[in-house]
């Protein structure tokens, strides 16, 4: 069984900060990629960016150069730092992580979601 908890998510002003956390616990052998996604009102999930295990990163176009997405082998856990924070990135961020779990195959596994709202 895998859990991911994700956290970070807040009320902040246009121009500033925040990082999002994702963290995977249970019965995991490996994760492969891993990445995150939002979703605003009315619209579809989107990427943000992805991260692989050997550590090449993708971001879309709207994030580049204000987002960094990194992670943590030892502890399970990818990160998102957001600088700049535009009105247009609210939205609820999701994470998404390819594991592999023991005794099993390789699944995507999604965290619950967390609210980034940026006020202008």
């Known amino acids: 069984q895998v859990r991911l908890v994700e956290s970070g998510g807040g009320l902040v002003q246009a121009g500033g900060s925040l990082r999002l956390s994702c963290a995977a616990s249970?019965?995991?052998?490996?994760?492969?990629?891993m990445g995150w996604y939002r979703q605003a009102p009315g619209k579809l999930r989107e990427l943000v960016a992805t991260i692989t295990d050997s550590g090449s990163t993708n971001y879309a176009d709207s994030v580049k150069g204000r987002f960094t997405i990194s992670r943590d082998n030892a502890k399970k856990t990818v990160y998102v730092q957001m600088n700049s924070l535009k009105p247009e990135d609210t939205a609820v961020y999701y994470c998404k992580l390819g594991i592999r779990t023991l005794g099993r195959g390789t699944s995507d596994y999604w965290g619950q979601g967390t609210q980034v709202t940026v006020s202008s």
């Open positions: 249970g019965s995991i052998f490996s994760i492969n990629t």
